[in-house]
């Protein structure tokens, strides 16, 4: 197009002889393009199935150490188990205490707290219907006159005999 | 001419045939692409994408310490597309001594012409699918599968349940929480190659599986452990024909170990078998029985409760006791004349309970029966829990004989579930909990924790304390200079035997009993309800020699176990060095 601005007073026959003359340089560039253009394609097609292949074995591998890793929590639980456990502590020389030794400490808030004593006293709480609640917030005495018998039955009266 | 005439002739037979041909083909073209269009379009379909299912991982079940009971575990199986095998004889040459199978066997199956895999050998070791990976071999291949392990064996087998071949739970926990469990499997559509697998980075829609929730047991394994081998000792003893144990948190309501026999292995082969299905079913919750003597425990709080009697309240005991046209005897003849209701319970006398009940009535008695839950499932999420059978006065079939008899445990029926939980109601101080044994479902849909529920306060906090002291001297009161067989020294423990005869559909069997005892301990605060029940001893027949030395085995490993300190340290010392 630019020649025909340039050069206005060509025929038309000219300017096809003028384009066909361009022919053969462009026709060999356009090949050499198109090919360069599907060369890169097919390698790009080749380079993406290759990693894709790559990924997809690595992903292969992944599951198969998956697989190993709970293979062997399966095993750990199993040398837990507790059959196991006393057959090696037995052949180590292991075995139950022919005699015991009690010792009594004071219990920490949070083990007193996990005792069946403190569960009992959360759960006879939790039993006391609302009409209860109020009286005892009404009659205070009456708590603290619990209160006061609890700790002389503790403290100076001597136990029940459990064996009637 | 003519001949001018037979060669147009020809022409057109030559132009008809080719015509016809190309007409047979075009109506066969058309029959191909257009009628059966739909058919051949799935074939292509078929084989040019796969449809693949991913398996969802099944949760994992728990003890209370996390420690796995059973959990899925991913193995390869070994697989063959046998259509593609030229020489199906080598192959098994060399697969069989890694496969460990007959060569035989595997050339049969490597023979086999079908489009479908063929398994070759399911679940291989870690070590032999390794070697069978760096052999290479063509149209071979692993895919990993689940299955279902059981780190601790055969504990809690019952319990835990089975998981059959497709994946789904069958029995135990298995199948009651079979929808927490088992997940949501996924699925995979993705172009393959020609050799069937599938093309990378191509177009796929994946979708990935939900993994099922672990479920957190209350179960202890150790508690379990030491009731499982208790178990089996008095079994073996005794020759008895099955036995249960059940042992639970007075406070909490927890299921601490549940153990019946016979039992089941679940990593053995014959799991699937008529003889071992039948065992299946957990008859701690299922098995309901009559309870014998170990009911006076109810009908005995419900008298005192009521204010019916006091544990120092006596009658007249002359060996028989006429009620509604009915008489009640005791197991063993006796008259000792003046019996209190503390002595009812030390004799384990039928006519002081029949008394006790007749003394509250009817409408009182059987109120208090079913507060404690007896005669309705206890809705513990366990399969198959029976209700157990108690007839009532508003029944047509009731008598009024039977508040006699259903006061000493005869005529009702029970289930070990409904008995636990009601005398756990007596070791707490009169409080029903309801019993439970997932403690927490944990999952990637959430996490739910399940905490104790109080059902009711079925007795007064003193009353159960009254009882508490009358359950330990049945324990603790020597007869004839005989020591009781549940009696652990240094510790107070409370508790009672039964021993109750077989019903049949002609009365009572005479030489069947159900050997029971049930109690609690250290009475000062409980830490377990255990209840043993051994189904036909053949030794002997008595609650007393054949299940209470089993609730002393099992109490003197727990006490222990649990911290609790002797309540007379002396006695367990004193004993000790006897030793």
Partial sequence: MSSEVLRPGLSVGRRARTQLSHLPVAFPIALVLAM????????????????????????????????????????????????????????????????????????????????????????????????????????????????????????????????? | MHELHKQKWRLYALFAITVGCFAVLASRLVYIQIVQHDHFYALAQEEHWRSEEIPARRGTIMD???????????????????????????????????????VSELEQKLSLKQAAPVLLKEHLPAEKADEIRKMRLWDIYLRPEYRREHPQGKLAAQLVGVVGRDGNGLSGLELKWDSDLAGKPGSLLAERDTGGEEIALSAAEYVAPVDGSNLVLTIDRTVQMIVERELDAAMQQHQAAAGTVLVMDPYTGAILAVASRPGFDPEAKDLFSAETVPLYSIPAVADAFEPGSIFKIITMAAALDAGAVTPETAFMNNGSFSYAGGVVRNAVWR????????????????????????????????????????????????????????????????????????????????????????????????????????????????????????????????????????????????????????????????????????????????????????????????????????????????????????????????????????????EVQAMESRR
């Fill in chain 1, 36 to 164: 360069l253009i599907g060369l890169l394609y097919l390698n790009q097609a080749s380079v993406v199935a290759t990693t894709g292949y790559e990924v997809r074995g690595l992903e292969t591998e992944r599951q198969h150490w998956q697989i190993r890793n709970e293979q062997l929590k399966l095993e750990i639980a199993q040398l837990r188990s507790l059959d196991r456990v006393e057959t090696e502590a037995r052949r180590l020389g292991l075995g139950p205490p022919e005699q015991r030794l009690f010792v009594t400490r004071k219990a920490t808030a949070e083990e007193w707290a996990r005792s069946p004593v403190a569960q009992k006293q959360q759960l006879d709480r939790s039993s006391v219907s609302v009409d209860d609640e109020q009286e005892q917030a009404t009659e205070w005495w009456k708590v603290l006159l619990d209160y006061a018998q609890n700790w002389l039955t503790t403290r100076f009266l001597p136990k029940p005999d459990p064996g009637l």
């Fill in chain 2, 64 to 102: 209370s310490a996390s420690n796995p009971l059973a959990i899925s575990v991913s193995f390869d199986s070994l697989y063959a597309n046998t259509l593609q095998i030229d020489d199906p004889d080598k192959l098994a040459e060399v697969l069989a001594p890694i496969l460990e199978v007959p």
């Fill in chain 2, 335 to 570: 008259a000792p004349g003046m019996e209190t209701m503390t002595q009812t319970l030390q004799r384990s006398s039928n006519i002081g309970a029949a008394f006790a009940a007749t003394t509250l009535g009817p409408e009182r008695f059987y109120s208090y029966v079913q507060a404690f839950g007896i005669g309705a499932p206890t809705d513990i999420e366990l399969p198959g829990e029976s209700p157990g059978i108690l007839r009532l006065p508003s029944s047509p079939d009731w008598h009024p004989f039977d508040l006699a008899t259903n006061s000493f445990g005869q005529g009702v029926s029970v289930t070990p579930i409904q008995m636990v939980t009601a005398v756990s109601a007596v070791a707490n101080g009169g409080l029903l909990m309801k019993p439970y044994v997932v403690k927490e479902v944990d999952g990637p849909t959430g996490r739910r924790v399940y905490h104790p529920t109080l059902m009711a306060q079925v007795i007064r906090p003193e009353t159960a304390a009254k009882l508490t002291q009358m359950l330990v001297s049945v324990i603790e009161t020597v007869e004839d200079g005989q020591v009781r067989g549940a009696r652990v020294a240094g510790y107070h423990l409370a508790g009672k035997t039964g021993t109750a005869e077989v019903p049949t559909e002609s009365g009572y069997a005479s030489d069947r009993t159900i050997a029971s005892f049930i109690g609690f301990g250290p009475v000062e605060s409980p830490r377990f309800v255990i209840m043993v029940t051994i189904r036909e001893p053949k030794d002997t027949p008595w609650g007393e020699t054949v299940a209470a030395p089993v609730f002393r085995n099992i109490a003197s490993q727990l006490l222990p176990y649990f911290g609790a300190a002797p309540s007379v340290p002396e």
